[in-house]
Structure formats: structure tokens, C-alpha cells
């Protein structure tokens, strides 16, 4: 059984940090790439970054230079570190393990306050 927790998300100021942790199991996660996404109220769900098995890396354009994702294949964890928030990040942050069938943490909550 295919399992991912999302750990990490919490209320910040904006220009604070977070990190966010994506526990993975019942998969072969150093053979997996790994990707975030988020949700805002009212809208669609949207790609954030992506992690490639050799650790290569992508960032949407909101995000890129403020977020790093990495990833951990001896603790099957995926983070993803969040600097420089903005109250426009908040959102559901969901993990994803990409693969013939994907499959998606349950979410953790992120709100940047003003």
C-alpha cells in the first residue's frame, strides 16, 4: 500500500520559512521522481517543483529562487524548504510520487500572513 504524509506546514509571517517533509512507503522512492503541488481556495491545483530520481530539479516561475525541493532516498522523504514567503503561497501543499500510477499525499496546510 502506497502511503505519503506531508508534515512541516503551519501559519508564518510573510518573508518567513517553512519546510515541508513528504514521508513516502510502499514504493521504490530512490526510483521515483517526486513532485509539490499546491491549492488555493478557489483554485486549480497547480505544479510547484519536481525532483528527477538523480535529484535534478524544475520550479514554477512563482516559485523559482525562494524554493528548494531535495530529497532524502535513505529516509523516503521528499522536503520541500520555503523561503521569502508571501501571503500568495498560501495553500495545500501536496506531495506526488510520479510514476505508471500516481499517487498523492493527503496535504498540510500553508498560510503566510501580511
Known amino acids: 500500500q502506497v502511503r505519503l504524509v506531508e508534515s512541516g506546514g503551519g501559519l508564518v509571517q510573510a518573508g518567513g520559512s517553512l519546510r515541508l517533509s513528504c514521508a513516502a512507503s510502499?514504493?521504490?522512492?530512490?526510483?521515483?521522481?517526486m513532485a509539490w503541488y499546491r491549492q488555493a481556495p478557489g483554485k486549480q491545483r497547480e505544479w510547484v517543483a519536481h525532483?528527477?530520481?538523480?535529484?535534478?530539479?524544475n520550479y514554477a516561475d512563482s516559485v523559482k529562487g525562494r524554493f528548494t525541493i531535495s530529497r532524502d532516498n535513505a529516509k523516503n522523504t521528499v522536503y520541500l524548504q520555503m523561503n521569502s514567503l508571501k501571503p500568495e503561497d498560501t495553500a495545500v501543499y501536496y506531495c506526488k510520487a510520479i510514476g505508471p500510477t500516481n499517487y498523492w499525499g493527503q496535504g498540510t496546510q500553508v498560510t503566510v500572513s501580511s
Open positions: 525532483i528527477t530520481r538523480g535529484s535534478n530539479t
Open positions: 510502499g514504493i521504490i522512492f530512490a526510483d521515483t521522481p
